[in-house]
């Protein structure tokens, strides 16, 4: 089969489609055939070599975090799930590699496809909606009412946050760039700012900020009413450790106020998210689909930023 995988750090030339054995599902694995996966602005910066201090993975590494497909063979011990079911999933936890024509992953990361949406599109949710989903219920506990911030909100995560927020009843402002700010009011944001003019003291106070840059979390924080909650998600690239270590920091000191979370949703929680995807309130946003090879070129475009939702990779495309 192929798989997209890449055997040194460096630029999104680096990845290459390599012909690797098919997987065989082990006890209480499913080997999916993967139609679409999405690329995903974290194996990007694993990509660069920006985690290389944090994560010591062997190579050759895989890229995709997210799939959606048909279940081709289960293995030994797997009664929820059997051949031809359609389905859709994320990777085990800092495990990329579904940009492949098939993964074998363990059978609590799957759910039933949202029987609403093509591979194609749903292929563009389950990282993205399952991070969201759990940032504003789990962590922030959003009510309906609330004043909810989504800063960076026309990339993967942002574009669900700012869906799942109205959906859940929140006054949604998001923050974008200057060329996105009709484009996320009709994905449902109540208004929008340029985030290169609007500075966080330009800003009024929110009960929950979704913050998806990592820069700045002071000032932002402190945009927060008395009962706010911050989730942060993203770390500054730029001083990566120091990002971590201070966000860390800033969750320890104050954890009514502050979370942060590394995505790594369970069977349920991917479940609700073709419950929101079926019912309407959550739906993929993507910006370009592109061959299995086309992967550099949507690397490229992610790091030069401007995206609007997500590159999905279209693996039954040549
Ligand atoms: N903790 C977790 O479990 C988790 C899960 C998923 C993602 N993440 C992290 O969350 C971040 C976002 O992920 P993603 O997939 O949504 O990325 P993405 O698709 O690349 O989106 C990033 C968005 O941020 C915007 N942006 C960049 N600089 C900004 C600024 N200064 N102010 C406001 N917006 C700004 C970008 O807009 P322009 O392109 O227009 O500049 C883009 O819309 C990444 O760092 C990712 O690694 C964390």
Redesign the pocket.
Known sequence: MRAVQYDRFGPPEVLRVNEVPTPRPGLGEVLVEVYAASV???EV?FRAGEMRRITRAAFPRGVGGDFAGRVASVGAGVQAWQAGDAVWGVMPHFAFGAIADFVAVPEQRLAGAPGNLSPLKAAALP??GT?ALTALTDKARIEPGERLLV????????SVAVQLGKALGADVTA???AR?LDWIKGLGADRALD?RTTGPADLGRFDVIVD????DLGAYQARLTRQGRLVA???DSSRLVRSILGTGLRAAARPRRVK????NPSADRIAELTRYAEAGDVRPVIDTVLPMDGVVEAHRR?EA???RGKYVIDMRRS
């Open positions: 995903d602005a974290g910066a990282v993205s991070t800063r960076g909100a026309t990339g993967g995560v942002g923050l974008a760039g996105n985030y998806l840059v990592g820069t998600l993203a770390f942060l979370f590394s995505n992610l930023g401007g995206v």
